[in-house]
């Protein structure tokens, strides 16, 4: 090992040098920064067209407010439209704080939408991000002027928590979205939006002007995004059934219609097992188990106030309709050949390592399966 006899003048030439260089690297503010909270995602003429909602921050004397605007940019990659966007506006993109990308139906229809992995790995969009989509231009959603909020990003954030799990909306991840894209059934989850018109008579008892059209989102049934560039249509109930087939719901509510009266019936919590058995062919068994809070819709009876005939028979309706919503949904999966509860990635997990040269439609095609629900009272 040498040793310097002006190691002290060498340390601070070193020192010197580097305070120097770090003054001449181009450092980026976040004024020179465009951070989105939101992308849009649309494809048309082999194209992609992003837009992004931007927080945009001002002042006005001693007070500082935040609002958001909407850049778009176009590319044949996602990359190439994000960069656009900044080229645009001449800010650097910053994708870190982005929760929420709405899929328009020509973005959907692409293919294969392997490029959404680029987004993770080189512009730090977080895994955590919800996929929603949208039977239309995503763009719309963005640019729509709601009379809730005034930032279309929190309004999506606020549906779409995934930390809440609510039964009438699939709350699915970019990673997780990607996953089940990959995997052996090729398809993923999503749900769908909807811009509902708001009447101009309850925008004029707020005060808002009239002269724009407002709305509101809402999250209505999903869409089944296969590779290939297949898109299938999900109602609300397949929606509700996917979601407490392979989901922990957390939030969700039944209208139970009895022979008499109409009950109302509010998830407290929910459990499920899967068994998968080789054994003898391909078979499924799910259990689901609820524990409710019930009342009568029309204010009635609540909880306690039911005899005990009645507490069985409010949920034996209760099972029965969860259980028949999971049944018809897993027959429909059947019918679109898309695999969307995961039973080919099940079995294989079984141990059924042999499957690998066994087509997934068809092991979804041959797959019997049966569901039990149980319903407690909280």
């Known amino acids: 090992m040498k040793v310097y006899k002006n190691q002290p003048l060498l340390t601070f030439i070193v020192i010197f040098l580097l305070v120097v260089f770090d003054r001449t690297v181009p450092q980026v503010t976040l004024i020179d920064r465009a951070i989105v909270t939101v992308l849009s995602v649309d494809f048309l ?217 109409t009950y109302y019936a509010e998830l407290v919590k929910a459990d499920k097992k899967i068994k998968y058995d080789l054994s003898d062919g391909y078979k499924v068994q799910a259990a689901i188990e609820l524990t409710v809070k019930i009342r009568e819709a029309a204010g009635g009876k609540v909880g306690p106030s039911f005899t005990a005939e009645e507490q069985d028979y409010i949920c034996g309706l209760c099972g029965q309709k969860l259980g028949d919503a999971v049944e018809r949904a897993v027959e429909y999966f059947k019918e679109q050949d898309a695999d969307a509860a995961g039973f080919y990635d099940g079995f294989y997990r079984k141990g059924g390592r042999g499957i690998r040269n066994t087509e997934p439609s068809e092991i979804l095609r041959r797959t019997e399966f049966s569901v039990d629900v149980k319903v407690n009272l909280a």
């Open 45 to 261: 003429e082999d194209k992609y067209e992003v837009g992004a909602q931007i927080v945009k921050s001002s002042s006005q004397g001693n007070e500082k407010s935040m609002g958001y605007v909407v850049a778009e940019g176009k590319g044949k990659t996602l990359g190439e439209a994000i960069s656009d966007i900044g080229a645009r506006t001449g800010l650097d993109v910053s994708l870190s704080h982005c929760n929420t990308i709405v899929l328009g139906q020509g973005a959907m229809l692409v293919p294969d939408l392997f490029d959404l992995f680029y987004l993770i790995k080189s512009w730090q969009l977080p895994e955590q991000a919800v996929v929603l989509g949208y039977e239309g231009r995503a763009a719309e959603v963005l640019k729509a002027h709601l009379a809730a909020d005034n930032s279309v990003g929190a309004y999506l954030q606020k549906i779409a928590d995934y930390t809440k799990v609510s039964a009438p909306v699939l709350s699915t991840m970019i990673k997780d979205f990607l996953v089940d894209y990959i995997s052996g059934g090729q398809v993923a989850a999503i749900s769908g939006l909807s811009l509902i018109p708001v009447s101009s008579e309850s925008l004029d008892q707020s005060g808002a002007a009239l002269d724009i059209d407002y709305y509101e989102i809402k999250a209505e049934g999903g869409f089944l995004l296969k590779q290939g560039g297949r898109v299938i249509n999900l109602s609300k109930d397949d929606v509700e059934a996917l979601n407490y087939l392979t989901n922990k719901v957390k939030e969700g509510s039944f209208v139970l219609k009895g022979e008499e009266k």
